[in-house]
């Protein structure tokens, strides 16, 4: 019969758990969970010492979800115009490829940009956190400007915003205003809208008749593209990893996704660039 007093308690220090995730050292980690600022699965811990199991349990700093899975990759593209949103292209055209083929993971994009669409593009292989930022039906808000053609007048941003009406139903965005004017030639547009349908800026846009010349993608939910430019990337700062590992957790609890469980391994690259799951798809 084994010694059961020498066996171990199960589970890995919450406070190791942290440091490993890269919050703090594991001092200062220490000090957060005595201060409450820790949470597991919802509850706040107050207990340095408590032990935890990484690959079930979910924490948070302050509100905010933290990545304990260290094997998980998110980066941020300014996709530059000419580039078409997809690993692999079937018609040879320049494809994401070019951006990740130095790296040992492999990562897959979040939603699409239509070819002559640029800006703010995640490249990720966390299936959940892709799954949730591009479907539709979680309504994550993405910002874009826009340069259009003519100058557009007031009424036209109160008709953006009370609802327009296209061949496939009533749309309004959430916010926009003019952000430059040049005469009758041009004018920069700054749209916000959270919905998933398929090129849905550049149709809103010639709907109220001013085309689209030029788009870019500047935010996508929490994420701002900043300073970035047209063809670099970067990986997500762990804050901003945080804001959108807390929209993932927060449509996981309200249920939204239990029926939509999502696995980047078994889901082949249609599933997870499907056409429909982005507002500027190709």
């Known amino acids: 019969m084994s010694d059961n007093s020498s066996v171990l308690p199960a589970g890995v220090r919450l406070q190791k758990v942290l440091a490993a995730a890269g919050v703090a050292s594991r001092r200062v980690c220490e000090q957060y969970i005595a201060e409450g600022r820790v949470s597991v699965n919802g509850a706040v ?67 699409r940009l239509d070819v002559e669409t640029s800006g703010l593009l995640i490249l990720t292989n966390d299936g959940e956190i892709a799954h949730v930022l591009a479907h539709p039906s979680f309504g994550v808000a993405k910002t874009y400007v826009a340069k259009v053609r003519g100058a557009v007048e007031p009424r036209t941003l109160t008709a953006l915003k009370s609802g327009i009406t296209l061949d496939d139903g009533p749309i309004a965005v959430d916010a926009v205003r003019v952000l ?62 945080g804001g959108i590992l807390t929209i993932a957790r927060n449509a996981h609890v309200t249920g939204e996704i239990a029926a939509k469980e999502y696995d980047a391994g078994a889901a082949g690259p249609s599933a997870r660039t499907a056409p429909n799951a982005e507002e500027e798809s190709r």
């Open 45 to 111: 811990v107050t207990v340095p010492g408590t032990r935890i199991d990484p690959d079930v349990d979910r924490v948070a700093v302050d509100g905010r979800a933290v990545q304990l899975d260290t094997t998980k990759r998110y980066i941020m593209l300014n996709k530059p115009r000419g580039i078409v949103s997809s690993m692999r292209d079937e018609q040879g055209r320049p494809d994401l490829s070019r951006f990740t083929s130095h790296l040992d993971e492999r990562l897959f994009n979040v939603g």
């Open 180 to 241: 430059d004017a040049h005469g009758t030639q041009f004018t920069l547009v700054e749209l916000t809208i959270h919905s998933g349908r398929n090129r849905i800026v550049r149709r809103m846009m010639a709907e109220v008749g001013h085309p689209v010349i030029d788009l870019v993608r500047r935010s996508f939910g929490p994420l701002h593209l900043g300073t970035l430019r047209a063809g670099e990337m970067r990986e997500l700062s762990k804050d901003e990893l």
